[in-house]
Nanobody, 124 residues
Framework: QVQLVESGGGLVQAGGSLRLSCVAS????????MAWYHQVPGKQRELVAA???????NYADSVKGRFTISRDNAKNTVSLQMNSLIPEDAAVYYC??????????????????WGKGTLVNVSS
């Protein structure tokens, strides 16, 4: 089992910044792709940013140039630096991690886990 704990959400004025962090713990061999998604009520969860184990990144068009995803493999952490926030960024942000490891003695190449989410509010 893998646990993901997000932190860093809150209320910020438009134009402000927040930094989200997600720490992975538990029984796994390796963290693979890591990502942040967001979801607003009534809509599907959407990818915000992703980072591969090699450090390649991918961003939603709406956040390019404003958000930066990073990872610290030594600390099993993925972070999302959010700058120039706008009201449309308000959502619950979820950490998503793909891991590989062993379960009951068998190797698995990829299992996907979600955090419980952290709320970001942006006031205009």
């Amino acid at each position: 089992q893998v646990q993901l704990v997000e932190s860093g959400g809150g209320l910020v004025q438009a134009g402000g910044s927040l930094r989200l962090s997600c720490v992975a713990s538990g029984n796994f061999l390796r963290l693979n792709d890591m990502a942040w998604y967001h979801q607003v009520p009534g809509k599907q969860r959407e990818l915000v940013a992703a980072i591969t184990s090699g450090g390649s990144t991918n961003y939603a068009d709406s956040v390019k140039g404003r958000f930066t995803i990073s990872r610290d493999n030594a600390k099993n952490t993925v972070s999302l630096q959010m700058n120039s926030l706008i009201p449309e960024d308000a959502a619950v942000y979820y950490c998503n991690v793909a891991v590989s490891g062993y379960y009951s003695g068998r190797y698995y190449a990829s299992r996907n886990y979600w955090g419980k989410g952290t709320l970001v509010n942006v006031s205009s």
